[in-house]
């Protein structure tokens, strides 16, 4: 891996993760783009950019962190249920080797699928939220403004948005763009949605982090990857993951703001373009 490739994957990690288009999926797609065909050196590469990102919502949401261990702890208990269904997935995930199958030969087509699947969801959320919004501005009732669309955080909200970040395993699928959608869906208020969408991400980002950092040292692909990278591999992990951060920081910002205006559709376009270009690039490109 080179160090301007270290740079692209860190930036492209720091703002996909965040915003609802994917950063397993656009990782893979770059991946494939720059030709890196060493599995274990992009495996321990991205697992370091996933850190570079927790940096970025622990820099952003530390309070509310800190919240989450102070009494009744009911935040703290939603995100363990929350947590649960993507746990679970991911350890299907890892026994079946489905990794090879969905980053294997027909990656570009599932690439492609997946994208195309959470444009679609990012489009129909908006397309909820503004109807939404229409019948609130037309009934003017204070029972309906307390009703569907402004629920806190509880078991109604927090199932969907567990069982959509375990479904977001799937490179393509957002995690962020699926549990917001989920969530705003299941009729929880905006704000919470995405506090708690980012929040997430904490358990899930570690839980991976220590099982791929475990299995790759006890399989040695660890340590043949720096062997065969060198100092200029270093370079690439230390840069890849300061840029992930920062990008990432920036992306939580910017996404916040898209949250309360539910402003989707522009997601939703660049999500088909880029489903079609990988589909296209499966078969001129990256098989070739």
């Known amino acids: 891996m080179k160090i301007w490739q270290a740079v692209i994957l860190g ?3 720091g703002l996909t993760e965040f915003l609802p288009v ?3 999926g656009h990782i893979a797609f770059f991946q494939g783009v720059f030709g890196i065909n060493d599995a ?3 495996l321990f590469f991205t697992i370091i950019l996933h850190l570079g990102t927790l940096v ?3 820099a952003v949401f530390w309070k509310d962190i800190i919240a989450l261990f102070k009494k009744p702890f009911h935040t703290l208990g939603y995100l363990i249920i929350a947590t649960i269904p993507a746990g679970i997935t991911g350890l299907l995930f890892e026994l079946l ?3 090879d199958v969905f980053f294997g030969e027909y990656m570009g087509i599932f690439l492609g699928i997946f994208f195309l699947i959470t444009a679609s969801l990012l489009f129909v959320t908006e397309m909820i939220v503004k109807r939404r919004e229409k019948v609130l501005l037309l009934a003017n009732d204070t029972t309906v403004k307390c009703g569907k669309g402004n ?3 509880c078991f109604k909200t927090v199932i969907p948005m567990g069982a959509a970040q375990a479904f977001a395993v799937l490179p393509g699928i957002s995690r962020s763009g699926s549990t917001i959608c989920a969530g705003t869906i299941a009729g929880c208020n905006s704000e ?4 708690f969408s980012f929040i997430m991400s904490i358990p899930v980002i570690l839980g991976s982090f220590f099982v791929e950092l475990i299995m790759g040292l006890k399989n040695h692909e660890i340590q043949n990857s720096f062997a065969a990278g060198g100092a200029e591999l270093g ?3 230390a840069l890849g993951f300061i840029i992930s951060a920062v990008a990432g920081f920036f992306a939580i910002k910017l996404m916040l703001k898209v949250i309360k205006k539910a402003n989707y559709k522009w997601f939703s376009c660049y999500l088909v373009l880029i489903a079609i270009t990988s589909i296209v690039l499966h078969f001129t490109y990256f098989n070739v």
């Open 11 to 13: 930036l492209v990690q």
């Open 22 to 24: 994917s950063s397993s």
């Open 40 to 42: 274990d050196i992009a």
């Open 56 to 58: 970025a919502v622990c």
């Open 97 to 99: 080797h489905l990794d």
């Open 151 to 153: 629920l806190p955080l």
């Open 192 to 195: 919470q949605v995405s506090k």
């Open 235 to 237: 370079v690439s992990v």
